[in-house]
């Protein structure tokens, strides 16, 4: 069965600069939530799209915006990279916002920021 | 934060031997879930248990909910080198419709051959 897709794997920058993460939903979800996870942390919510529209905002910097396009799958813009931004970043989908039985991960993209 | 710790933080033990996580959160929810996360890796489902349920199982999982004293367990029974990973339970709350999930800190559990 088709999975959540992200990329890059992996992500090397230099601070200030720009990082683009992509995530694909599994086909036929029209909901993407992001998370990020420090090192040795708890994942932390971002934000979500439902339908194309933001449907909820966590605690995303204002260095960071989102989107999702019109096949689903979103895009997590981040620039300005901070040293504290080094984190393991997870999208996950759903058909819906809410789900009952739990969400399907995607594997993540780590970012590194030197 | 809406979520609270997890305990313990880590856990050694053999196989063969049982494990027990627990989890406590601070709000009202609709549903617990846990997930399973291998070093570096993506966080996958293991179970979920809604807010009117108080034990859950599946395979050699075992869940508990009790939602008066806002906590949950996860017991792995029998359990194998393989399950070795972090644990997290993550909540979702009443009063969101929204399907954001608060994660709890996790367990590393570590199991010995």
């Known amino acids: 069965a088709a999975g959540v897709i992200q990329s890059p794997r992996h992500l090397i920058k230099e601070k200030r600069e720009t990082a683009t993460l992509k995530c694909y939903p599994i086909?036929?979800?029209?909901?993407v939530y992001w998370y990020q996870q420090g090192p040795g942390q708890d994942p932390q919510f971002l934000i979500s799209?439902?339908?194309?529209?933001?449907?909820d905002k966590g605690s995303i910097p204002d260095r960071f915006s989102a989107q999702q396009f019109s096949d689903y799958h979103s895009e997590l813009n981040m620039s300005s990279l901070e040293l504290g931004d080094s984190a393991l970043y997870f999208c996950?989908?759903?058909?819906?916002?809410?789900?009952?039985?739990?969400?399907?991960f995607g594997s993540g993209t780590r970012l590194t920021v030197v | 934060s809406q979520q609270g710790e997890e305990d313990p933080q880590a856990l050694s033990i053999q196989e063969g031997e049982n494990a027990t996580m627990n989890c406590s959160y601070k709000t009202s929810i609709n549903n617990l879930q846990w997930y399973r996360q291998n070093s570096g890796r993506g966080l996958v489902h293991l179970i979920l248990i809604r807010s009117n349920e108080r034990e859950k199982h599946s395979g050699r999982l075992r869940v508990t909910l009790d939602t008066s004293k806002k906590s949950s367990s996860l017991l792995i029974t029998a359990s194998r080198a393989a399950d070795t990973a972090s644990y997290f339970c993550?909540?979702?709350?009443?009063?969101?419709?929204?399907?954001?999930?608060?994660f709890g800190r996790g367990t590393q559990l570590t199991v010995w051959p």
């Open positions: 996950a989908s759903s058909l819906g916002l809410r789900v009952s039985d739990g969400y399907t």
């Open positions: 799209f439902y339908e194309k529209m933001q449907s």
């Open positions: 993550a909540t979702d709350a009443t009063g969101s419709t929204l399907g954001r999930l608060y």
């Open positions: 086909p036929r979800h029209d909901t």
